[in-house]
T-cell receptor, first 110, second 115 residues
Framework: GQNIDQPTEMTATEGAIVQINCTYQTSGFNGLFWYQQHAGEAPTFLSYNVLDGLEEKGRFSSFLSRSKGYSYLLLKELQMKDSASYLC???????????FGTGTRLQVFP | EAGVTQFPSHSVIEKGQTVTLRCDPI?????LYWYRRVMGKEIKFLLH????????ESGMPNNRFLAERTGGTYSTLKVQPAELEDSGVYFC?????????????FGPGTRLTVT
């Protein structure tokens, strides 16, 4: 079976750092995506990891450990506009359909 | 470059009625996907077109749902007759290619409410 788990909600303060975790169980592995979704808008691509380690892109970084079935998204220097849902997703093995977690709703407070 | 567009943005219909959702992918993207998010649940795959052909329709819930992509450009998803449990947000996505790492670009979704 395939399953992706992530926390439902998180809160953080402007300027702080927050880490959103994601664990996955898939029948095979073909990488892991993170998307950001503001309310009422399209999910937008943040990162893709297929190899172990940390990938940094400005204020956002994504980490993957394939042996542990674990990923996290790290957001630094939080801004109010970072309040959104963050979706962890993995392609189903040998297909292109994405399997999503429920998303983590992050609220950033002043 | 224009993104993925969907129409309508919202639709409210009564149980038993028919609704047709439309998706225009990014120009040149052969791959088009439909997904759905029902209240409180995760986004779930419905089907995948490669050009005009259905590559994978394993996520279609039942035969009340019909997706088409004539000519390999835009796609429609028809629900007939609609039931209460069909309420949710229907997302369309497109990608340039398939395989490892190819990003799927999502549209803003159509929020369907069946009353």
């Amino acid at each position: 079976g395939q399953n992706i788990d992530q926390p439902t909600e998180m809160t953080a303060t402007e300027g702080a750092i927050v880490q959103i975790n994601c664990t996955y169980q898939t029948s095979g592995f073909n990488g892991l995506f993170w998307y950001q979704q503001h309310a009422g808008e399209a999910p937008t691509f943040l990162s893709y990891n297929v190899l172990d380690g940390l990938e940094e892109k400005g204020r956002f970084s994504s980490f993957l450990s394939r042996s542990k079935g674990y990923s996290y998204l790290l957001l630094k220097e939080l801004q109010m506009k970072d309040s959104a849902s963050y979706l962890c997703a993995a392609p189903s093995y040998n297909t292109d359909k994405l399997i999503f977690g429920t998303g983590t709703r992050l609220q950033v407070f002043p | 470059e224009a993104g993925v567009t969907q129409f309508p943005s919202h639709s409210v219909i009564e149980k038993g009625q028919t609704v047709t959702l439309r998706c225009d992918p990014i120009s040149g993207h052969d791959n088009l996907y439909w997904y759905r998010r029902v209240m409180g649940k995760e986004i779930k795959f419905l089907l995948h077109f490669v050009k005009e052909s259905k590559q994978d329709e394993s996520g279609m819930p039942n035969n009340r749902f019909l997706a088409e992509r004539t000519g390999g450009t835009y796609s429609t998803l028809k629900v007939q007759p609609a039931e209460l449990e069909d309420s949710g947000v229907y997302f369309c996505a497109s990608s340039q290619d398939i395989g490892q790492g190819y990003e799927q670009y999502f549209g803003p979704g159509t929020r369907l409410t069946v009353t």
